[in-house]
């Protein structure tokens, strides 16, 4: 597998202020991730955003600052390479400082099946094995108490159920919640936060992708894929990005002081723990 572009560019307009709060974003160039970014801006933190495709990391920066927030530091990584990972960790706490808060978004989707072409491994290393380096990265360069640090894992209502065809991307899912309360357990005593989301059906490129796959399966179009799909969602409608990213702001927020461990749910009733 090509090695992605390790690099980092700074915005020509505006700079974070010394004084804000400093939140990196893996993940952060498109869908979820793009609108976490954008909330965070609004919300007034210093950002350091993170993902493969540098192009799309600019386009969000460039949307946050025509919105008149602060540049962004982008940094272009690939999460499955752990020294790459560190490096970029260390470079946004150089520029920005300390870390109040990591949103670990970045990961693939897709179905995998056995054979010379499964995708598991793939999928392992990306959304579980990159998603650890991205944490532990940041355990290292978090700011210092007694005031709350938080590390928010995006995981996916496939954490909770399982689906055909999806063994790989439904185990590393699954794997990020133990993943989030082993360490919730291990930095409590540091006052650190360590939570999970678990989005059902959300309106971003990914799902729309999984819905022209379960067409094709189902022999119809993407819009009856659709209402297929919606029929297990007791609301009836998918989440809007920008509805998990209100949902990251609440965790950042003291109104969520003494949240940890959690998997929090977001997709329409389709799964009630």
Request: charged share 20%.
């Amino acid at each position: 597998m090509a090695r992605a572009q390790q690099g980092v560019s700074r915005a020509q307009q505006g700079v974070a202020t010394a004084r804000a709060k400093h939140v990196l974003v893996t993940g952060a160039g498109t869908g979820i991730g793009r609108a976490i970014a954008l909330r965070l801006a609004r919300d007034g933190y210093a950002l350091s955003l993170a993902a493969r495709t540098k192009s799309k990391l600019d386009a969000t920066a460039r949307e946050i600052a025509k919105a008149g927030g602060a540049a962004p530091l982008v940094l272009a990584l690939d999460i499955r390479e752990r020294a790459a990972v560190d490096r970029a960790f260390a470079r946004a706490a150089k520029v920005n400082g300390p870390l109040h808060a990591l949103v670990a978004n970045a990961g693939i989707g897709g179905a995998n099946a056995p054979g010379a072409k499964d995708r598991f491994a793939e999928l392992v290393a990306t959304n579980l094995n990159g998603t650890y380096h991205c944490l532990r990265a940041a355990e290292r360069h978090l700011a210092a108490g007694p005031d709350a640090r938080h590390l928010v894992v995006n995981a996916s209502v496939l954490a909770r159920i399982g689906v055909a065809g999806y063994t790989g991307y439904c185990a590393s899912k699954t794997g990020l919640l133990g993943l989030v309360r082993a360490l919730a357990m291990e930095l409590a005593p540091q006052n650190v936060q360590v939570n999970a989301l678990c989005p059902g059906w959300v309106d971003t490129e990914m799902a729309r992708e999984g819905l022209a796959g379960m067409a094709k399966a189902l022999k119809t179009d993407v819009a009856g894929a659709k209402r297929i799909a919606m029929q297990a969602v007791p609301l009836g409608r998918m989440s809007q990005p920008e509805d998990v990213a209100g949902l990251v702001a609440w965790l950042l927020s003291k109104d969520a002081r003494g949240v940890t461990g959690q998997a929090i749910d977001m997709n329409g009733g389709a799964f009630m723990s």
